[in-house]
């Protein structure tokens, strides 16, 4: 599908569409008026206190858009005990509603209400998760699927879903906003780093280490875009400042990321004689790793091109010392080359789609 037709399908509000709704941060109603303009909601339209506006927020992110009045109650009003101040609660709110919006698009089937679909009342969250879903139809890091992931983000980062609500329907709907909020930065940062724009790729993987607990996987594709840039010394400073930020406020990184990092800067082990060579050491499982052409954008000083792996020319010096012909390394050898495997995956997840976790060679070299 060709961008023009991807934003006029996913990116504009349809025609059809009489209001837009954002609640995402505080609750927005924008009316389209007869100028084909939006006009914001004013809050005196509600009428008095918080009732209908949490009211049509609850509806608005049931699903379907589709809610029974006891659920209503249950939800925004679960400590009052008298029923029919509960059901009046929602009687009103419901009507106060239809003020607004009109009794046409809030209508009530037997014992529930239900609001209008996407077509006439757009929904902010409702376009994030078709926005997301469309930009992993056109693969993720496409042209195509970093013009939607864009516009999700803008919806996505206005703020907190449903802002001033309670209670434990809240909960459920806030951390799937908050999982879609990371996939988005996930694979806008593939799609920048996939077309050149590393730093903008940076600055997404910086916004998923700076919310707490740090996204430790966020963290090591960062360092790894900087590994890339051939700038070590700036992931270290990258690792560190995560690392202390996140232990000042509670959240220790784990053992297992803090090992990795500290045996990836480690000199590699040194191979066995040649009489150690030949001792019988049971054989390991062969993979073979074919040669991927780098992108035009990241070929240069900093990268060692080989017929093995593309790598940072230090690591790569440390592979060609590992795999001499025919060599049979010890156990400590044999970990590092797992741990060499690990950072390929960090390392070229944007240029194949699998890398075994065993030892990685070429060649069909016997280890």
């Known amino acids: 599908m060709q961008s023009e037709q991807l934003l ?29 303009t939006w006009k914001l909601v004013d809050k005196d339209a509600w009428g008095k206190g918080r009732p ?17 009045r006891c659920a209503v109650q249950d939800d925004l009003w679960p400590d009052i005990e008298n029923f029919e101040l509960a059901d009046k ?27 209008a679909d996407q077509s006439l009342i757009w929904v902010d969250r409702d376009a994030c998760e078709t926005l997301l879903k469309e930009a992993e139809n056109q693969g993720c890091t496409s042209k195509e699927a970093l013009l939607l992931l864009e516009q999700a983000l803008t919806y996505l980062e206005r703020g907190e879903l449903l802002e001033g609500e309670s209670g434990t329907w809240v909960y459920g709907l806030r951390k799937k906003s908050e999982d879609m909020l990371k996939q988005c930065r996930f694979w806008l940062a593939q799609a920048y780093q996939g077309q050149g724009k590393l730093w903008q790729a940076g600055e997404q993987y910086r916004a998923l280490c700076v919310t707490m607990p740090p996204n430790e996987e966020a963290l090591q594709h960062w360092m790894t875009l900087y590994h890339l840039q051939g700038k ?11 690392k202390d930020c996140a232990e000042k406020q509670g959240f220790p990184l784990s053992d297992t990321l803090e090992q990795m990092v500290s045996l990836k800067h480690q000199p590699a082990p040194a191979l066995l004689s040649a009489a150690q060579m030949n001792e019988s050491i049971p054989p390991l499982p ?20 080989s017929p093995r792996i593309f790598l940072d020319s230090g690591l790569l010096d440390r592979l060609d010392r590992a795999f001499a012909p025919h060599a049979r390394v010890d ?3 044999l970990d590092y080359l797992r741990l060499v495997a690990f950072e390929l995956k960090n390392q070229l997840w944007f240029l194949c789609s699998y890398i075994p976790d065993q030892v990685v060679i070429a060649n069909d070299r016997d280890v």
């Open 232 to 242: 070590s010394q700036e992931a270290m400073e990258c690792y560190q400042d995560v």
């Open 89 to 115: 609660n929602v009687y009103n709110a419901i009507n106060q509603i239809r003020r607004v919006t009109g009794k046409a698009l809030v209508k009530t089937v037997e014992t529930s209400y239900e609001v």
């Open 331 to 333: 156990l400590p050898t």
């Open 8 to 36: 006029q399908k996913y990116l504009k509000i349809p025609s059809s569409c009489c209001f837009r709704i954002f609640v995402h941060d505080p609750l927005e109603v924008w009316k389209r008026e007869a100028s084909d």
């Open 286 to 305: 062969i993979h073979t790793f074919q040669e991927i052409a780098l992108p035009k954008h990241i070929a240069g000083k900093h990268f060692s091109l």
């Open 52 to 68: 209908a506006r949490s009211v049509f927020k609850r509806l608005l992110v049931a699903p379907g858009r589709r809610l029974s």
